[in-house]
């Protein structure tokens, strides 16, 4: 059974990690924290963009704020989380004796196991956050066509034959970047930017 996360030291990880935001009283705004904004910036995708699917792949309520959690699985449509790394890889581990890699995701990005295996060598490689986010972006790069918006690539992240299962997942992630740029944003509804 997954750990909860609402140990102490398991919001001291958080917070060491960079899980944690930084709200911008004046415009009511979140920047993404600089573990996100650096693999975004180094995949060219717009460092809000990564910053909400995380939250929509991983997040987690700690202390009443949506945050991503780095140490989350989903194996067949379950999520897990657990309050640390190497909980979390023996958990993988286990979910790997009884349930194919393409049905297990993991780390912040929720990244597949199966069809992105050659992203990785060691399938606990994919719960160290700064290489999750990596990856994260560059999918998210390569799912990305110029001339279109960064909702697209988004739901293309998600599920690239798209159809309904992209567009709830686009609708779910945009929801995350209103509250990241604010209301009233035009950066997604027009052609990408690059942070």
Known sequence: MAAAVSRP?????ALLLGACVWASAASAQ????PAYQIAAQQAGVPSPV??????QESGTRLRGRLIPWPWTLNVAGRPER???????CAGLRRALAHTPA???DAGLGQVNLGYQAHR???PCELLDPYRNLAIAAEIL????????????????????AGGAPAARYRRNVHQHLVRVLGPGTTLFTTKATTP
């Open 9 to 13: 030291s398991a919001l001291r990880a």
């Open 30 to 33: 979140e920047v993404p924290p």
């Open 50 to 55: 990564l910053y909400a699917v995380a939250l």
């Open 82 to 88: 657990y309050a640390t790394r190497a909980q979390t």
């Open 102 to 104: 393409s049905r297990i």
């Open 120 to 122: 990785y060598s060691h």
């Open 141 to 160: 790069k390569e799912q990305y066509v110029e001339g279109e918006d960064w909702l697209a690539a988004i739901g293309r992240y998600h599920r690239p």
